[in-house]
Structure formats: C-alpha cells, structure tokens
C-alpha cells in the first residue's frame, strides 16, 4: 500500500506564506514526478506545480514567482513553498506521486487526502 500524506494547510492572511509537505510512504521503488494540485469549491482541479525525480519543475501561470516546489528524494517527500498568497489561491491542495511500488510494477498515479489553505482576512 502506498500513503501519501500532507501537512501544513491552514488559515493565512492574504500576503502571508504557508509551507505544505507530501510525505510517500509504503511499499515504494521508484517515484518519478510529484506534483501540487487543488481543486476550490465548485472549479475543477487544477495543476499547481510538479517536480521530476531530477529536480525540473513545472508551474501554473497562477503559481510562478510566487510558489516553489521542492523535493527530498531520500525521504520521498515533496514541498510547496507558497509566498505572497491571494484569497484566490484558497483550495484543497492534493499532492499527486507517479510511482512504481515495486520493480515489476508500471507508473501508477497516488493522490493524498489534500488540505485546505484558507487565505483571508
């Protein structure tokens, strides 16, 4: 079985920051990219940020500049930095990992549980 689990949502002002964490955990061989998603109430989910097992990274239009994904490859954990936060930005950000659980396996997608990030005053 393969986990992932994210922490560090919450309730921040606008212009405030978060740091928002993905932890993979279980039966794992190889993890390609991990990415940010998020999905706000009534819009469809939507890419925030993705990060390659070699460190290229990917962001929507809405993230560059002030968002930055990163990733600790020994600890299969990735990171969302997210500086300069907006009302807009308000959503549950779902943390995605294409992985293979084991040798003999094929690159399958893993998806958390998300976690709100309120921004507001």
């Known amino acids: 079985q393969v986990q992932l689990v994210e922490l560090g949502g919450g309730l921040v002002q606008p212009g405030g920051s978060l740091r928002l964490s993905c932890a993979a955990s279980?039966?794992?061989?190889?993890?390609?990219?991990m990415g940010w998603y998020r999905q706000a109430p009534g819009k469809e989910r939507e890419l925030v940020a993705t990060i390659t097992s070699g460190g290229s990274t990917n962001y929507a239009d809405s993230a560059k500049g002030r968002f930055t994904i990163s990733r600790d490859n020994a600890k299969n954990t990735a990171y969302l930095q997210m500086n300069n936060l907006e009302p807009e930005d308000t959503a549950v950000y779902l943390c995605?990992?294409?992985?293979?659980?084991?040798?003999?396996?094929?690159?399958?997608?893993?998806w958390g549980q998300g976690t709100q990030v309120t921004v507001s005053s």
């Open positions: 279980g039966v794992i061989f190889s993890i390609d990219a």
């Open positions: 995605n990992a294409h992985l293979r659980p084991t040798i003999l396996s094929r690159f399958h997608d893993y």
